[in-house]
């Protein structure tokens, strides 16, 4: 209902400028008076949006910095009346103060208000501060990717789901793309979302949050993780690095991905199939289901064979696991003989 809300925005900036028409206020003509009133009632438009925009927790940091600032500025205008200070000049240091300590004191509360600890309050907020809990922030490569369809369908996410109308726009461009390639994974994307709205067990939710004055992508998926105080949800390796820079949690499909493949050890024997040459001498290169590479010593001549081989090593990388191992030669000679 957008629209609706800004139907009643519009009609409470005329009221206020038809208000003002009719009192001239500050002894205004007609016509500077109803500019003034809708000068007004747009500055209340803005604060309004922007108070909708802050947290409950800034908020009630706000309101109480601001209440203490002016407390604290009533008593200090009270010890002034005790002084020989000229009346005018003791009135222009009351005005003033009173609107300096109220303003120290909104800024400093509604900076602070986050370490705010709601839940001691009797869990009387909880219902608000618990549904942000479960926001997940899907970027684009995670839905291009297709695997958190996967995942969503067995239950591992919850909560909500939320895909910005810019993330949208971006997917868009890509299936409109001159490339095939480019176009096939922006469809890709497009449907691996429609799928995702058909499960009953998540709600995927679309949201007009933008940031005009932040240019890139990932920037904005930061700024609405913020909003939010949700999880971003990616594959992208270096979006992880800068949310997690900003103190932002994030959910990695890759690092998902790399922690569910089998565990192997040194000494333990596989069974694998030699796919082509390895780069060092007499190697061979096999991969698993799961994509993880398989180096193997002494194979390069049982390419496209499958045998099985002593693992000596395994390393973890940043793109993922890779596991070494060795072929005895001698169980080709033995088979050879039998």
């Given at each position: 209902?957008?629209?609706?809300?800004?139907?009643?925005?519009?009609?409470?900036?005329?009221?206020?400028?038809?208000?003002?028409?009719?009192?001239?206020?500050?002894?205004?003509?007609?016509?500077?008076?109803?500019?003034?009133?809708?000068?007004?009632?747009?500055?209340?438009?803005?604060?309004?949006?922007?108070?909708?925009?802050?947290?409950?927790?800034?908020?009630?940091?706000?309101?109480?910095?601001?209440?203490?600032?002016?407390?604290?500025?009533?008593?200090?205008?009270?010890?002034?009346?005790?002084?020989?200070?000229?009346?005018?000049?003791?009135?222009?240091?009351?005005?003033?103060?009173?609107?300096?300590?109220?303003?120290?004191?909104?800024?400093?509360?509604?900076?602070?208000?986050?370490?705010?600890?709601l839940s001691a309050l009797g869990g009387l907020f909880s219902g608000e501060r618990q549904p942000k809990k479960n926001y997940k922030i899907l970027d684009t490569s995670v839905?291009?990717?297709?695997?958190?369809?996967?995942?969503?369908?067995?239950?591992?996410?919850?909560?909500?789901?939320?895909?910005?109308?810019?993330?949208?726009?971006?997917?868009?461009?890509?299936?409109?793309?001159?490339?095939?390639?480019?176009?096939?994974?922006?469809?890709?994307?497009?449907?691996?979302?429609?799928?995702?709205?058909?499960?009953?067990?998540?709600?995927?939710?679309?949201?007009?949050?933008?940031?005009?004055?932040?240019?890139?992508?990932?920037?904005?998926?930061?700024?609405?993780?913020?909003?939010?105080?949700?999880?971003?949800?990616?594959?992208?390796?270096?979006?992880?690095?800068?949310?997690?820079?900003?103190?932002?949690?994030v959910l990695n499909v890759n690092e998902l991905a790399n922690a569910l493949k089998p565990v192997v050890l040194p000494g333990e024997i596989m069974r694998v199939f030699i796919?082509?040459?390895?780069?060092?001498?007499?190697?061979?290169?096999?991969?698993?289901?799961?994509?993880?590479?398989?180096?193997?010593?002494?194979?390069?001549?049982?390419?496209?064979?499958?045998?099985?081989?002593?693992?000596?090593?395994?390393?973890?990388?940043?793109?993922?696991?890779?596991?070494?191992?060795?072929?005895?030669?001698r169980q080709r000679v033995e088979a050879m003989h039998q």
């Amino acid at each position: 209902m957008p629209w609706e809300l800004w139907a009643i925005r519009a009609v409470f900036v005329l009221v206020l400028s038809s208000a003002s028409y009719h009192l001239q206020p500050f002894h205004l003509s007609s016509w500077p008076a109803a500019l003034l009133g809708a000068g007004l009632g747009m500055f209340f438009v803005f604060f309004e949006i922007r108070l909708e925009q802050a947290s409950l927790k800034r908020l009630i940091g706000a309101a109480v910095g601001s209440i203490l600032g002016i407390l604290g500025a009533l008593m200090m205008s009270h010890l002034l009346n005790l002084t020989s200070i000229d009346r005018s000049v003791l009135s222009f240091f009351q005005v003033t103060l009173l609107l300096l300590m109220a303003y120290v004191g909104l800024i400093l509360g509604a900076n602070k208000g986050d370490l705010l600890n709601l839940s001691a309050l009797g869990g009387l907020f909880s219902g608000e501060r618990q549904p942000k809990k479960n926001y997940k922030i899907l970027d684009t490569s995670v839905i291009i990717d297709g695997r958190i369809a996967d995942i969503c369908e067995t239950g591992f996410v919850d909560g909500i789901l939320i895909v910005a109308q810019f993330v949208l726009r971006e997917l868009q461009l890509i299936a409109d793309s001159s490339d095939s390639l480019k176009r096939n994974r922006g469809r890709r994307g497009l449907d691996i979302l429609q799928r995702m709205q058909k499960m009953a067990t998540i709600h995927v939710q679309i949201v007009e949050d933008d940031f005009p004055a932040v240019r890139d992508v990932d920037m904005k998926l930061i700024e609405l993780a913020r909003l939010y105080e949700g999880k971003i949800v990616t594959n992208d390796f270096n979006l992880n690095k800068v949310a997690q820079l900003q103190g932002l949690p994030v959910l990695n499909v890759n690092e998902l991905a790399n922690a569910l493949k089998p565990v192997v050890l040194p000494g333990e024997i596989m069974r694998v199939f030699i796919l082509k040459e390895g780069k060092e001498y007499n190697q061979g290169v096999a991969y698993l289901d799961d994509g993880t590479m398989v180096v193997v010593d002494n194979a390069k001549k049982m390419i496209s064979k499958t045998i099985d081989i002593s693992v000596t090593s395994v390393l973890q990388t940043t793109a993922g696991k890779m596991i070494f191992g060795k072929y005895d030669d001698r169980q080709r000679v033995e088979a050879m003989h039998q």
